[in-house]
């Protein structure tokens, strides 16, 4: 047993202490901080650069003019068509909006620029023009707009999760999305730490240092010592990830807000107060939805289910590696791996996420080789516990009987050079005695 | 100390060893001999628990071979190898701790043979940064560094320059008087005859010889003999010896001779001396690398 340790030691210490593992603590927190206040920083910015666009209504429908907004200003134009052409070449700011006088039910409006219009402007454009034509259409038939606008119902519906414990919004979103994150997660450590395994066990093959390993301990110990080693590596990086996130998250926030309020009160015009106060949406949300999520529910479900994934998928990433000599032989042996692990993440997103309580979405939960993904897609929208335990201990079923498979092949194939291996191969080693 | 009995290997369709009996004695230094292929390297890993033998069975000190045997046994095998990316010191910690070292102990063992072997200074280092020859040093040390009862080597001398071959074999040779029981696995024939005391050859998965080296060296003694002498034979008395090769030069003539039995080479000089000078008669002994040659051939 102490010899275990010590492998599990090596193989951690050796991973941690690399530079490769510092950077990669570091910089995956800060790059997601870095996104988190590049979105801010745009929707702050927003309200600088609005194109003012001068209208030149040849159709005369559209007397009312068009309504300023946070993405575009407008002006009524005095120029023709021609001069106004002549402007836009002189001016790189300029843009104009030609409505032609042909115009009714359908036909083309253009818009004149140096720069391209952004969609933003011109969605707000289209919606404006197709509304005021609308309406004159509407009046044209004789039908009453203004009545037309009190009979417009607006029902909507909230969902409430109804449990014995009483019923409570269910903020799906933030969960939805927490959920997403860490089947995504699963899905991409369960291949870095899985390969991890094989290369580590490759490098110890092809450079020989195992059989003098396995003079001292059993082939299984130093194949679980690297599992459960590498697997601790893992872990560690999870959670350095989620307290310095965290920790980011906390000061990037405080530090923004206060900047944004000093900015409301020092910005004296209305409208462009309006638009900081609209666009508060993408920083508040996501301090919002964090506060949402039931983190003590999801985080020790994540870790048993990444845990649980990650020790049965990395055992038959170590018999892969034990089978071969280097990198380069190991695809034949990585497809009925990376098979399994890909149909559940496509299924994940495009049919659990529809049904998460469909017979199709329960048994992809259920079975150990599928579970870790799935079941992290099912968990925002309710798994009852009793399913959730199952696939737990189905899960750790499903390891160890990947894990005494593996070592099996493990045994035989370390000690195996210069043969090309195949499956039928890998059968014959499975069956050898001790 | 060792003793193996009848073991068998078989893998798949192929037999890698076919019951296979060896004795080696306490303190003793033995050569494992035989061509590639023959089941040296399985016979090896056997005796390291590596694999396991489907009969037969290997006592050590009189006990079955079991797990605590493991510190008992410092094995450098054929093909070496380190991780590439460690700090040798670190290293060899780790391997020595494998081995059953404490910590402490082992740290001041390893400290003790790389002054030995004057690499202090390679502690920090990593292998990646070693030639082929210093990584050798490096495991040999981390073969021995338990202070094994029974070190089993596996080809020790391929890849090394003939300055540190020396240097490991009068390591080997120090060990062995110390009382560590030492197995050569090779076939080199020249480190065998300077080395081993006795040998066993395994051909085709069987052992076809086995013994002392100078026990088996007489079995392979036919009585050949080199004459040299000056002046003229006029009559050779072919009851007494036949010749098997003749060399006349200004200097005198060279024979090579087998002496038949019933007769020895006193008798022979007794009728040689009064006729011609003999100048030279020595035995013509096989070396081992005639006797391996002679037996894998049959």
Redesign the interface.
Known sequence: MSKIILIIKREYFSRVKKKSFLVMTFLVPILIIGMYALIFALSMQGGDNIPAVEVIDDSGIFNKGLENKKSATFRKSELSLAEAKQKVIKNEDAFVLYIPGNISNGGTIEMFSQKKAGISVINTIESQLNDQMRTKLLADAGIDVLMLDKIKPKLSVVSKELTLEGEKDSSSGAAMAVGFAAAILIYMSLFIYGIQVMRGIIEEKTSRIVEVVISSVKPFQLMMGKIVGIGLVGLTQFLLWITLSIGLMTVASQVMFKGKMDQIKSEVPMNKQAAAVSTDGPGMDIIKAVQTVDWTYILPIFIIFFLGGYMLYSALFAAVGSAVESDTETQQFMLPITLPLLFTYIMSFSFIVNNPDSSLSFWLSIIPFTSPIAMMVRLPFGVPNWELALSIILLIAGFIFTTWVASRIYRVGILMYGKKVSFAELGKWFMYKE | MLSIRNIVKQ??KHRALDDVSIEIEQGSVFGLLGPNGAGKTSLI?II?????P?QGEILLNGEKLNPSH?SK?G?L?E????????EIGEQML??A????LSKADATSRIRYWFEKMGIQSWWNKKVEDLSKGMQQKV?FI?TVVHNPELIILDEPFSGFDPVNAQLITNEILELNQKGATIIFSTHRMESVEQLCDSIALIHKSKKILDGKVKDIKDLYRNNTYKIAYSGVLDSVESSLFTISEENKNEKGTHLTIQINPGFSSNDVLKFLIPKVQVTELTEIVPSMNDIFIQNVKN
């Open positions: 893998y798949a890993r390291n628990q590596i694999t396991a489907d493991i046994i094995y095998p093909e070496r190898g380190l991780y590439k990316k460690m780790y391997l701790q494998l081995k059953g495991q981390a």
